[in-house]
């Protein structure tokens, strides 16, 4: 088997070990606070995600930013001119246009590079989601599977994730245009917090509604037991916003219900972060 690097964008969060063993790399995205472009790396190289955090409390304008198909050029050639194959797992194409940025570098690079790939995976997910397939791609390669192989193994894969989100600020909702004006002002009057999840094909949806942070997180488990298997061990992903408190009660929660669980609790990327705002959570797993 022709050896070749696993990558994954940082709009995916994962266990930081697999970084630091070299087992997956990870590629760096931009954003925007007040005009000023930032880099988020996961690393010290990056913005520190704690202070992209207080830039969320105090309402900053931010937005992100899409890999263009010249940024994966530049990022991935040398590693294809040195003959050395990439998979890469990409942010949902439900949410950005940069997975299909990468497919066009990819047309470019391939056909310029007769012995090296690069191959994108649209994850049609992100943070704690996309950490949980690529752990999958991580043992893919371990156990042996060629680059195809494992593409193949992910695309069923990918499918069977699934994830529940707890959103705190409407405002951030309405400005990444997930909701309307008008129902991020009455939800806001009424302390309404919106229950998230992926749709199949990598975009967003509210399925629930709830009165205060209690009842949403009680409705999480709900949603969470009603789509996982809780007999056999598996991962799980709580991603927050820099609230380690909520995410230790989220955590301590679905421990209760599934004691065969591995839960891995993690600082929501930034890229991600920008869109649900301070006190935000997602739980990822892997459904039935």
């Known amino acids: 088997m022709k050896d070749y690097l696993l990558f994954m964008d940082v709009s995916g969060d994962i266990d930081k070990s697999l970084v630091e063993q070299g087992k997956i790399k990870l590629v760096p995205m931009e954003f925007v606070i007040n005009g000023d472009v930032k880099l988020y790396t996961d690393d010290e190289n990056g913005m520190d995600p704690i202070e992209f955090y207080e830039f969320v409390k105090q309402k900053e304008p931010m937005s992100t930013t899409q890999i263009s198909p010249s940024k994966w050029t530049e990022y991935f050639e ?113 302390d309404i917090k919106p229950l998230i999840q992926f749709n199949a094909d990598g975009t967003l949806s509210v399925w629930g509604k709830q009165r205060g942070y209690k009842k949403s997180i009680a409705n999480m488990i709900e949603y969470y037991l009603s789509k996982t298997d809780t007999e056999h061990l598996q991962t799980v992903y709580i991603t927050h916003a820099n609230d380690i408190n909520y995410a230790n009660e989220l955590a301590a929660k679905v421990k209760e219900v599934n004691p065969n669980v591995d839960i891995k609790i993690r600082l929501l990327s930034p890229i991600i972060g920008v869109h649900l705002g301070p006190s935000a959570m997602v739980l990822g797993f892997v459904g039935k």
């Open 78 to 190: 040398p590693f294809l001119r040195e003959g050395q194959s990439v998979l890469c797992l990409c942010l949902s194409s439900g949410l950005s246009n940069s997975y299909n940025s990468a497919v066009t570098a990819a047309q470019e690079l391939n056909d310029k590079y007769a012995d090296a790939r690069f191959i994108p995976v649209d994850s049609i997910r992100a943070t704690g989601i996309t950490g949980i397939i690529a752990e999958r791609m991580i043992a893919n390669k371990e156990k042996g599977m060629s680059i195809d192989e494992n593409f193949a193994d992910l695309e069923q894969f990918k499918h069977k994730t699934l994830a529940c989100a707890y959103v705190d600020d409407l405002d951030c909702l309405k400005r990444g245009g997930r909701i309307s004006r008008t129902v991020a002002f009455f939800g806001g009057l009424m």
